[in-house]
């Protein structure tokens, strides 16, 4: 038996295969690959040789302007072997005239007009070589440059070998023959290099990235329990998982099973399991991972209860556990068997270990958002509790929308690492909440983040603030003042609206990234740091970068592993989430009595722009609740005129001869109608039908009464005819009150 330490996650090259692994075709992974500011600092243009097998020769594939274009080049001056097996299998380096006289057939091309170097670096899949990955930089790279260009040129090989799969017209987009390309190996092939090709980054980062994506979408115990079983199973043919958390009673775990069932398909088996004196209470009480075989099976069926259970009815061999820890709280375990003897290495224990660490992160998200979405239907989402409705959010943002959720898959793939992250996104869309989320899922959570918003801090403070200053560095410098990045050491550092750094220290943040070293104003000891930074701007730095208003070193050193938070305009399904969810805030703060918001204020939120984003709904429910008369929330049309000027605020307004309450809608702003404003709200028919739902819910609740003090009308603050007009326009009918 073995108690193993905490192994250091080693994931630097998830961030990148994430980046790249989105690509689905040979044009889109150029365009990736010429954004991933990772590769060097000093790139000029990334390029990809494909080797056609048939042909003998390679095509280019590179940028130009906002292409990316083709082109047939020469036969190889060294072919592979007829079955693909790689020869060269270092890479090389070529100045820029030893290049044109050796590649004249395009390297008069305008990509190479700066250059200064030329790297190559062979390409492979599963030791079948498929091309070569041409870097044109314009100064030298560093022996660790190469070191990190040999492991990007792993990824892209992983990320070729996946685009390869399949139909090779498809995915290629060209309509060249283009089936000659170094095709995939066979299944049979693939499985038997598996295992030997274990040891290696490239096949763990692989896997990681294909399990992360693959568990961040589950909702449930199942689900989750399942997909990683047969992803697990593909990869290193586990025979059994068990995920474990704790039941409400605490004395006893929850077990979430997948083994192999007898019909060869994944058999998933839910129990209860008592906790006391177990293996997994000893792992959820030490936090640490246990690891053992069939040999320590005597000792320790004397030392913990129910050892023998999955030994004996899967015939397994090497089993290991893992704690399921999330922000230092145990959540359960997991569990996994394998039916080889000392199956579980020390390298795959680091990728297993990596797995649960993810595997937490999506508990926590699906347990709490089941709690809150089982108490948000129709009837109560207004009432629920403000408590549980936070612990719903995910990383207390609350967003049912697809973009939403492919940036909270990224925060998933590269909080644990330490790579630097850049926050993309315009004022009011969450960059700060973002910045949390990500240093609370890393292994740097148990200090607490430190902020900095760079353009709220005065130019002649900043760099004291940054780096600290000693006692008489300045005038007024009456004490010695630890600075920003010290108090950051071993944590995160979030500096917000990095744009707005000043030019003249922006050097010596680079410095304090690159070499983790810092000096305090007023003297010259070096400090050792070690800091994680999370930055974020509004700004587009490149084009900052190309005005020579921040630094081009700089901007690659921080553009490390970009996430960019799309603006509410672009997820307006989150709209009415967020108007309920402000509306209850403030309704309780400001104890409101506040049980419903009308269907024409959920219409008008849905359609406007909010250049202000989350920030600005928010703003705006607010007013909306303090000025609000009655149950019913209606907005302000006060609130309305910037973006609809035609909106008439007198108290009366006459349309069609009719009186009609305050604040309505001129028939040019006819959201319904062809003239809707804006014109391209796509979901308008989502919004028209949660009209209807919310209509018929109140006509079912008040018996089908319309008028009256009781009537639906009352209470959705319409007028009697208002609503029988919006019911005929809706196509309800009696039967829908059935």
């Known amino acids: 038996m073995h108690l193993n330490d905490e192994f250091a996650p080693n994931d630097k090259i998830s961030p990148i295969f994430a980046h790249l692994c989105t690509a689905n075709n040979l044009q889109e992974l150029v365009k990736k690959l010429n954004t991933l500011s990772a590769i060097t600092e000093s790139l000029q243009s990334v390029h990809l040789l494909i080797y056609h097998a048939d042909k003998k020769n390679h095509i280019l594939f590179y940028p130009e302007e906002n292409k990316v274009n083709s082109l047939q080049l020469g036969r190889l001056e060294i072919d592979p072997k007829p079955n693909g097996v790689l020869l060269v299998k270092k890479y090389q380096t070529y100045d820029k005239k030893t290049f044109t006289d050796k590649f004249n057939d395009y390297s008069h091309l305008k990509n190479f007009s700066n250059a200064h170097s030329i790297y190559h670096v062979p390409l492979s899949a599963f030791n079948r070589y498929i091309g070569k990955i041409e870097v044109v930089n314009i100064a030298p790279l560093s022996a660790s440059g190469i070191s990190d260009l040999e492991q990007i040129s792993t990824v892209v090989s992983l990320v070729l070998a996946k685009i390869f799969d399949g139909n090779l017209n498809h995915h290629y987009g060209f309509q060249d023959e283009l089936l000659g390309y170094a095709k995939p190996l066979s299944v049979e092939e693939n499985r038997a290099d598996v295992d030997a090709a274990l040891e290696g980054n490239s096949l763990h980062n692989h896997v990681l990235v294909e399990v992360t994506e693959a568990v961040i979408g589950q909702v449930n115990f199942e689900g989750l329990a399942t997909v990683l079983f047969l992803h697990l199973q593909e990869h290193f043919g586990i025979e059994f998982i068990s995920i474990m958390s704790f039941s409400s009673d605490s004395e006893s775990l929850s077990c979430h099973e997948v083994n192999q069932g007898k019909e060869g398909k994944a058999q998933y088996i839910e129990s209860q399991k008592p906790k006391a004196k177990t293996m997994e209470e000893h792992v959820i009480q030490s936090k640490k991972t246990l690891q053992l075989s069939r040999s320590d099976y005597p000792l320790l069926k004397h030392k913990f209860l129910h050892v023998d259970d999955h030994y004996m009815s899967h015939k397994l061999s090497s089993e290991c556990v893992f704690p399921l820890l999330f922000r230092q709280q145990v959540l359960g375990v997991i569990k996994y068997g394998h039916r080889a003897e000392k199956y579980f290495s020390e390298e795959r224990l680091d990728l297993l270990k990596q797995i649960a660490a993810r595997i937490s992160v999506a508990i926590n998200y699906f347990q709490n958002s089941s709690k809150f979405m089982m108490k948000s239907t129709p009837k109560d989402l207004m009432s629920v509790d403000k408590t549980e409705q936070s612990k719903a959010m995910f990383g207390?943002?609350?967003?049912?929308?697809?973009?939403?959720?492919?940036?909270?898959?990224?925060?998933?793939?590269?909080?644990?690492?330490?790579?630097?992250?850049?926050?993309?996104?315009?004022?009011?869309?969450?960059?700060?909440?973002?910045?949390?989320?990500?240093?609370?899922?890393?292994?740097?959570?148990?200090?607490?983040?430190?902020?900095?918003?760079?353009?709220?801090?005065?130019?002649?403070?900043?760099?004291?603030?940054?780096?600290?200053?000693?006692?008489?560095?300045?005038?007024?410098?009456?004490?010695?003042?630890?600075?920003?990045?010290?108090?950051?050491?071993?944590?995160?550092?979030?500096?917000?609206?990095?744009?707005?750094?000043?030019?003249?220290?922006?050097?010596?943040?680079?410095?304090?990234?690159?070499?983790?070293?810092?000096?305090?104003?007023?003297?010259?000891?070096?400090?050792?740091?070690?800091?994680?930074?999370?930055?974020?701007?509004?700004?587009?730095?490149?084009?900052?970068?190309?005005?020579?208003?921040?630094?081009?070193?700089?901007?690659?050193?921080?553009?490390?592993?970009?996430?960019?938070?799309?603006?509410?305009r672009e997820r307006r399904e989150d709209i009415p989430l967020l108007a309920k969810h402000f509306t209850q805030l403030f309704s309780k703060k400001m104890n409101r009595d506040i049980q419903s918001i009308s269907p024409e204020t959920l219409r008008i939120l849905y359609s406007l722009p909010w250049p202000g984003n989350v920030r600005e709904l928010k703003n705006v429910i607010e007013r909306a609740v303090i000025m609000n008369k009655g149950q019913v929330l209606h907005l302000p049309m006060s609130e309305l005129k910037e973006y609809f000027p035609d909106i008439d605020p007198s108290p009366l307004c006459v349309q069609d001869g009719t009186k009609k309450e305050a604040g309505c809608f001129p028939d040019t702003v006819d959201l319904y109608g062809e003239n809707t404003i804006p014109k391209n709200v796509s979901a308008v028919k989502s919004v028209k039908s949660m009209e209807r739902e919310q209509i018929i819910k109140v006509l079912k609740e008040t018996n089908g009464i319309v008028a009256g003090p009781k009537g639906a009308a009352h209470r959705l603050g319409l007028k009697r005819t208002t609503l029988l007009s919006r019911m005929q326009r809706l196509g309800i009918t009696s039967n829908d009150l059935i």
């Open 396 to 568: 207390g943002i609350i967003s049912q929308s697809k973009a939403m959720r492919e940036v909270f898959q990224r925060v998933l793939m590269v909080a644990d690492c330490d790579s630097t992250v850049l926050i993309l996104g315009e004022t009011g869309t969450g960059k700060e909440m973002i910045a949390n989320m990500i240093h609370n899922a890393s292994n740097r959570s148990h200090k607490k983040m430190v902020k900095m918003n760079c353009s709220a801090v005065p130019s002649g403070l900043f760099e004291s603030d940054l780096f600290g200053h000693v006692k008489g560095a300045f005038t007024g410098a009456v004490n010695q003042q630890v600075g920003r990045f010290e108090e950051a050491h071993k944590s995160s550092f979030f500096l917000d609206e990095i744009g707005d750094m000043p030019l003249q220290l922006q050097p010596k943040v680079l410095r304090a990234l690159q070499e983790g070293e810092i000096e305090r104003v007023g003297k010259h000891t070096i400090i050792p740091v070690d800091v994680r930074m999370i930055a974020a701007t509004h700004c587009d730095l490149l084009s900052m970068v190309k005005d020579n208003s921040f630094r081009r070193d700089l901007y690659y050193r921080l553009n490390v592993f970009p996430i960019r938070i799309p603006p509410l």
